[in-house]
């Protein structure tokens, strides 16, 4: 009896890259600005918590994004909405993206960065500036990510 070895692997990459958008992104290793940049999304709302040395650490925010500025944000836990003074650190996915790329070119930080496959933007970012700065490390979370029809 004659034993026939299949291939796997390809098997997969090859379902996946016809049959799954967010499976070819990653397998493609997009450039997630470039994703998110050709999507052209310049109103959305998502939700995200900073984890930080901070007021509000590790609470879910809920942010409302148009023209690529935040114009709302609300506490989830209390369902109150923020004054404008205190949303300086919350970012869009824009300045999450400027962010990202001034950590990097920082040589003392350390960067972890997950991104969405199908939009390109940051789903989890986490940063340590230095190890000289010990309540420097800070973290973003972005979650329930809705691009509004413009």
Known sequence: ???FKIPILPAFIVIGLCCAPAVKNLLLNADPVTLWQS???LSYTMDER???FCPHNGEWMSLTVENGRIVDLVHQPTGKRLPS????SYKT???L???????RKDSASVVHVEYDSVYGYPTSMSANPGAQIIDGTFRFDISSFVAKKE
């Open 39 to 41: 999507k052209k999304i």
């Open 1 to 3: 009896m004659k034993l």
């Open 50 to 52: 900073r984890n930080c």
């Open 85 to 88: 003074s205190q949303w300086q």
């Open 93 to 95: 996915v824009e300045q």
């Open 97 to 103: 993206f400027d962010l990202i790329q001034r950590m």
